[in-house]
Structures are given as C-alpha cells and as structure tokens.
C-alpha cells in the first residue's frame, strides 16, 4: 500500500519563517512516513539538491577533565546564556527571535583552539560517562549514586569535510550532555543547550572549513546538587553529523496527529516544516509517502 501526497507548491522565504505542508489521509494500521523535498526546475539552487546525510560521530574524541589553568567564569552559564539563547530558538518556538550579541566567547581559552594539541587527552568513543568510572566515595550523599558527576570536563574531535560539501547545510546533533552544553568549531563559539536529557541541534555552517582539518571542542559543567538521583555526566547518548541541501526539512520537522481513530480506520494529519537557508526564495514540492509495512514498498526495501 502506497500513499502519496503532494501538496502546493510552497516558498519558504526567509530561515525564520519556514513553510508548512499539510494533507489529511485515511487510512488504516500503522505507517511508515518518508517526507522528500524536492527544488523546481526554476530553483536558483539547484534541480538535484544533495541529499540528506546522516553521519553517526561517535568515534575519534578526545576527553579532559577540567579547564586550563583552573576555573573560568567567563564560560560559565551566567556569562555564555545571551549567546546560548539564540542557538536554541529551533527548540523554543514560543521564545524565538533571540539575537546573538557581538563577540566569541571563550576564545582566549587553549582547549576551543584548533592549534592546541590535544594528543595528551584520553581518546574516548561516545556514548561516554566519564562521571560512572569513579572513584567510588561513601562520603558523597546517597542522591550521587557515591560518584562525582559535577564540575567541568572537555571533549574535542578532528574531522575533515570533502569537497563535495561545499553549499551543504552541516548540522550537530547532541542526543545527551550532561549538562550546560558550550561548543566552539575552529575556535568560534557556535552555541550551546544547558538542559542534559534533551537533544539539540546547532549549525556549523558558518564555521566549517571545507578540505581542511575541523576541530570541534564542546565543554561541559553540571554544576553540584544539580539533581536529586544520579544524573549521569559526559556526552552520554549519539553524536551525529547532519549534511543536507539549503532546502532542507527543519529538525524535527515532520508531525503526525491522528483524528477520528475508530476500529480498522483512522484519519491523520500529516505537517512538515520545510527551512530555506538559502539566501533567495525559493520554489519546491514537499512530497510526503506512507508505507504499510504489511506490505513491500516499490523499492523493495
């Protein structure tokens, strides 16, 4: 059973105001959704925009308990939240339209630095809690679970973009860090998210160096009595790197709502969130397939 829905042809105008795309279907057992977008002919972009690409950014980092030279409280939450806000807007709609202040935070510190020399820290592969190795002390509240998870601790990563990157949206993709979250590419603040058991997503894009060495360095600092049970510390769910064409669905930009549901039949809604990054409006479809999975889809996937 194949379901397509090709809606009006939308034009997102702006990265603030993406377009909406809604259909409603009938249909009965559950479903798999795959949403495409794909750019008019008349697209300035392109006809054949690249493809998204999910890449797991799991292997290679390297981690470092503690800041240079001691406690800096310009990277502590209380300083960095004006430039934080911001990179949250995609995550709070209802507070959206933050603007980031002039300066780049943290930049007179060694460890965002794409020259400091990193080959002393302990090479990890995330998902990683670096707060569960110990040492265990029975002199911490029961609420630790007898560990310390507090205090400042650093990840930094290398990783090269090929050519054929070029004019592609790069997203991070943070699936846990615990907690207050600060991330510099090639030694420019990008922003950050202070909750731990939520994912967030920032764009690099500004910041990528295309066919040459990048270095990430996100630093973390849950603070003391954060929590009332062992919360966990370190980068501790999959790190991911998106690449995706200008026209892209925005994260988390597909929803489904179901009305109706009676016996075998339901009807459901159907909205995706299209974000053009590009610097000129754009024509495109949104192109949205359901799959029974009693059933083999076309491709035979």
């Not at 109706?260 to 949205?288: H, M, W, Y």
């Amino acid at each position: 059973m194949l379901f397509t829905i090709l809606p009006k042809i939308n034009r997102a105008e702006s990265r603030a105001r993406p377009a909406v795309a809604a259909r409603f279907l009938r249909t009965s057992g559950p479903l798999l959704v795959v949403v495409f977008v794909l750019l008019s002919s008349r697209s300035a972009i392109a006809t054949e925009p690249a493809p998204r690409e999910t890449v797991l950014f799991n292997a290679g980092w390297r981690f470092q308990s503690g800041d240079p030279n001691g406690p800096h409280d310009s990277l502590d939450y209380a300083h960095l939240r004006s430039w934080l806000l911001p990179s949250g807007d995609a995550c709070l709609s209802a507070n959206a339209g933050h603007h980031r202040p002039d300066g780049n935070p943290g930049q007179d510190v060694p460890y965002t630095q794409n020259d400091f020399d990193d080959c002393t820290w302990r090479p990890v592969d995330l998902p990683h809690d670096w707060a569960i190795e110990g040492p265990f002390v029975q002199d911490f509240p029961g609420a630790t679970g007898k560990v310390r998870y507090w205090g400042p601790a650093w990840y930094r990563k290398h990783f090269l973009l090929e050519p054929s990157d070029e004019g592609r949206r790069i997203l991070l993709q943070i699936d846990g860090a615990m907690s207050y979250a600060a991330v510099w590419l090639n030694g420019h603040f990008v922003g950050g998210w202070p909750y731990g058991y939520t994912s967030f997503q920032l764009d690099l894009t500004p910041f990528v160096r295309i066919g040459a060495d990048n270095v990430l360095a996100i630093r973390l600092n849950t603070p003391p009595d954060a929590s009332r049970w062992y919360p966990g510390a370190g980068l501790y769910r999959n790190v991911w790197l998106l690449k995706t064409s200008p026209i892209h669905v925005a994260p988390w930009g597909v929803q489904i709502t179901t009305f109706d549901a009676a016996g075998a039949l339901a009807t459901a809604q159907v909205k995706v969130s299209v974000r053009n990054d590009s610097a000129a409006t754009q024509t495109f479809e949104v192109r949205t397939r359901l799959f029974a999975p009693d059933v083999p889809n076309p491709r035979g996937c």
